[in-house]
């Protein structure tokens, strides 16, 4: 049972573009969504995170949109770079755990 | 400030033996989980420990064990190996528990089954 849904799977983009990745979670108990940035041989590393009772979080050019009615929240990466070239993993958790479930990743390409 | 520390990086395996993993986390994060990450599964829960308890488990199998200690370092380990065990197994802190925390996660190790 895959309770985060994440799309698309990779995503091509170009330098300046806007780049969007997509996630829908199943469990209403979730309070906590974080996105993960992950490069070749590293591990992931906390991007932004946005709580429920919020429907954007800006970061720079990073961007979490959240509805919660819907049970979605994307990512969207202004002003792409080459350098956010990365796969970037979306998750969810609930209070009293910090156990994360992810998606799947989306394997993000920025072409100069 | 160190980042969270795995040994070995790379190991290699063959069927049925097995492996201990070890993990040191930021200094006084007191909170470690641990997750598998492979091509077809993605990143899969696989424990989270808080002052030597183990707090949650994952659906793994009983050959997956792990353990924590007083100075909050971690170690897993994986009995009677199988060839679907080859995985980057990452270990992550967070300062406390209790849910919501930044998880800062180390390099991982690669393990290789044969």
């Known amino acids: 049972q895959q309770q985060v849904k994440q799309s698309p799977q990779s995503l091509i983009v170009q330098k300046g573009g806007i780049s969007i990745i997509n996630c829908a979670y199943e469990?209403?108990?979730?309070?906590?969504f974080p996105w993960y940035q992950q490069f070749p041989g590293k591990g992931p590393a906390l991007l932004i995170a946005?709580?429920?009772?919020?429907s954007e979080k800006k970061e720079g050019r990073f961007t979490i949109s959240f509805n919660k009615s819907a049970k979605q929240f994307s990512l969207h990466i202004m002003d792409s770079q080459p350098g956010d070239s990365a796969t970037y993993f979306c998750a969810a958790s609930k209070s009293g755990s910090e156990k994360l479930v992810f998606g799947k990743g989306t394997k993000l390409t920025v072409n100069p | 400030k160190a980042g969270v520390t795995q040994t070995p990086r790379y190991l290699i395996k063959t069927r049925g033996q097995q492996v201990t993993l070890s993990c040191s986390p930021i200094s006084g994060h007191r909170s470690v989980s641990w997750y598998q990450q492979t091509p077809g599964q993605g990143l899969q829960f696989l424990f989270e420990?808080?002052?030597?308890?183990?707090?949650n488990k994952g659906n793994f199998p009983g050959r997956f064990s792990g353990r924590q200690f007083s100075n909050s370092r971690s170690e897993m380990n994986v009995s009677t190996l199988e060839l679907g065990d080859s995985a980057l197994y990452l270990c992550?802190?967070?300062?406390?528990?209790?849910?919501?925390?930044?998880?800062?996660f180390g390099p991982g190790t690669r393990l290789t089954v044969l």
């Open positions: 420990y808080f002052s030597e308890t183990q707090r």
């Open positions: 469990n209403t108990a979730f309070d906590y």
């Open positions: 992550a802190s967070t300062l406390s528990a209790g849910g919501n925390n930044e998880q800062f």
């Open positions: 946005i709580r429920p009772d919020v």
